[in-house]
């Protein structure tokens, strides 16, 4: 076993939190600015400052030990995003007479991930419409837009006016924020024993105020792709807004289908999708703040749009959620596209493919734990009879940076670009395996990395919980005291 395992403890102060996440490391190296500098500073000394701060910073995703977050990791691909990036970094998207570049851009962004979702097969099953999109600033706006258009037209075309959405347990949170936000009632679908929603249950629950369900392909905690095609049944049997939520998978599933591996349909090609997100940002190599939104018609997107004729600042129109945008990330964005190729696509996603397997054969052959269905390229995994957060505690101690789940407790490893380099699959299966006979130490004390995790569930807990968050969220606009 490691020599540097975490210290055991003694106490489970949930206050921990706090002192998890040091919101200012900076504090003692650069000065702290409370108002506007009287004087400017020069651009070599801001510079620098910004330069050492993501110096430090890149250097745990670059040692390939992050799970997600950072999808491609090559600094020449971002340095040519950038280069694209500022070209248009200033330019309001919104303003198209001054940028009509944003039409070309946004456009084909949305035609050629359409094209990689086989929007073309709607023609097929829906003579007459047309796969159309959106370009959104990443998958939480994806998820919002559709619960807005599943609303507006459950009110407008069927007079439904307390909206219901059926979701699996597992889809993303973004879609509770959207719920919230828009005065849905969410139903949320248990999975099944292979940890795909539960299309049964979906079934039952379908009431007159239904407007949609929603799927994943693949959904965060476990990377599994729903019974996508068993709800597009279910979708057509009561006229249902379908979304697919692929902004995890959206841009990386299509690639492992061509390489051979058995990935189950999701996309246009199954005729009850009415819609489907994929995040550009994530495994389409673009830098972060954007990801596409596509329809099955124009008539679903209609309900997406915002106009207002009656206001003194002028006629305003807007096509989603979002006001005015950069066109520097829609800029990067397409030169992501561009310059990746299918070719780039491809071989990227045979590599994480490829590592995928080799950490799913090293997690699969530990008997104390236990994979979560049948993953592709996110490896999710539980402890059996040792608790998975103890195991977590080791590899932070490793320098890995896994993602907890909860409700089961769990970890996944969302498999990126970085973690594709030689040896890291099996430095990870190595240190994944010293972690496991660290995590049956006896007399470890609660894990530190679990500290969260013990309080939810209940209503006590779960509003100490947004207490501690609150006060989470407000220390991370403070600046040094
Ligand atoms: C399946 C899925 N949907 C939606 C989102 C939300 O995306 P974003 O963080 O870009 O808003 C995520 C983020 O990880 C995701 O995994």
């Given at each position: 076993m490691g020599q540097e395992s975490p210290e055991p403890r003694e106490s489970d102060d949930s206050q921990d939190f706090a002192s998890m996440i040091d919101f200012h490391p900076y504090r003692d190296r650069f000065e702290p600015h409370h108002r506007i500098p009287p004087e400017p500073r020069s651009r070599e000394s801001i510079l620098a400052e910004l330069g050492a701060m993501a110096e430090e910073e890149d250097r745990m995703g670059d040692a390939g030990r992050v799970s997600g977050s950072i999808y491609h990791g090559g600094h020449d691909h971002y340095r040519f995003l950038t280069e694209a990036y500022g070209l248009f970094a200033h330019v309001n998207v919104l303003q198209r007479d001054m940028y009509p570049s944003a039409t070309k851009l946004e456009g084909e962004i949305v035609a050629m991930t359409a094209s990689l979702l086989h929007g073309g097969a709607v023609s097929e099953h829906h003579p007459g419409e047309e796969v159309c999109g959106v370009v959104t600033f990443g998958g939480t706006e994806s998820l919002i837009n559709p619960m807005l258009v599943y609303r507006e037209r459950g009110r407008v075309e069927k007079g439904i006016d307390a909206p219901e959405v059926i979701i699996p347990v597992t889809a993303h949170v973004a879609l509770q924020k959207a719920a919230h936000m828009l005065g849905i009632k969410l139903l949320q679908a248990p999975v099944r024993d292979d940890w795909r929603a539960d299309v049964d249950w979906m079934r039952d629950h379908v009431t007159p105020n239904t407007v949609a369900i929603v799927g994943s392909a693949g959904n965060y905690p476990h990377g599994l792709i729903d019974p996508i095609e068993e709800m597009s049944a279910l979708a057509l049997e009561h006229d249902l807004g379908f979304h697919v939520d692929g902004c995890m998978g959206g841009f990386i599933l299509p690639w492992a289908e061509r390489l051979g591996y058995p990935i189950p349909t999701f996309d246009f090609r199954l005729p009850g999708v009415t819609s489907i997100s994929a995040d550009t940002h994530k495994f389409g190599y673009a830098l972060k703040g954007t990801s596409v939104l596509l329809y099955r018609n124009s008539t679903l997107r209609r309900y997406q749009y915002f106009s207002y004729p009656d206001w003194p600042g002028g006629?305003?129109?807007?096509?989603?959620?979002?006001?005015?945008?950069?066109?520097?990330?829609?800029?990067?964005?397409?030169?992501?596209?561009?310059?990746?190729?299918?070719?780039?696509?491809?071989?990227?996603?045979?590599?994480?493919?490829?590592?995928?397997?080799?950490?799913?054969?090293?997690?699969?052959?530990?008997?104390?734990?236990?994979?979560?269905?049948?993953?592709?390229?996110?490896?999710?995994?539980?402890?059996?009879?040792?608790?998975?957060?103890?195991?977590?505690?080791?590899?932070?101690?490793?320098?890995?940076?896994?993602?907890?789940?909860?409700l089961p407790p769990g970890l996944h490893f969302c498999v990126t670009r970085p973690n594709t380099a030689d040896g890291v699959a099996e430095a990870f299966v190595a240190d994944l395996r010293d972690a496991v006979e660290y995590a049956k130490t006896p007399g470890l004390g609660p894990a530190r990395s679990g500290a969260l995790y013990g309080l939810g569930g209940s209503p006590e807990g779960n509003e100490a919980l947004d207490m501690l968050f609150a006060a989470a969220l407000d220390a991370m606009y403070d600046v040094v005291p």
């Open positions: 006629i305003y129109m807007s096509p989603g959620l979002s006001g005015s945008r950069s066109g520097g990330v829609v800029a990067a964005a397409w030169a992501a596209m561009l310059s990746l190729g299918e070719q780039g696509y491809l071989e990227i996603a045979e590599r994480i493919f490829e590592t995928a397997a080799t950490i799913l054969t090293g997690v699969a052959a530990i008997p104390e734990l236990e994979v979560f269905g049948d993953p592709t390229f996110i490896i999710a995994f539980r402890g059996r009879g040792i608790d998975i957060y103890h195991v977590n505690d080791f590899l932070i101690s490793k320098g890995w940076r896994l993602n907890a789940l909860q």
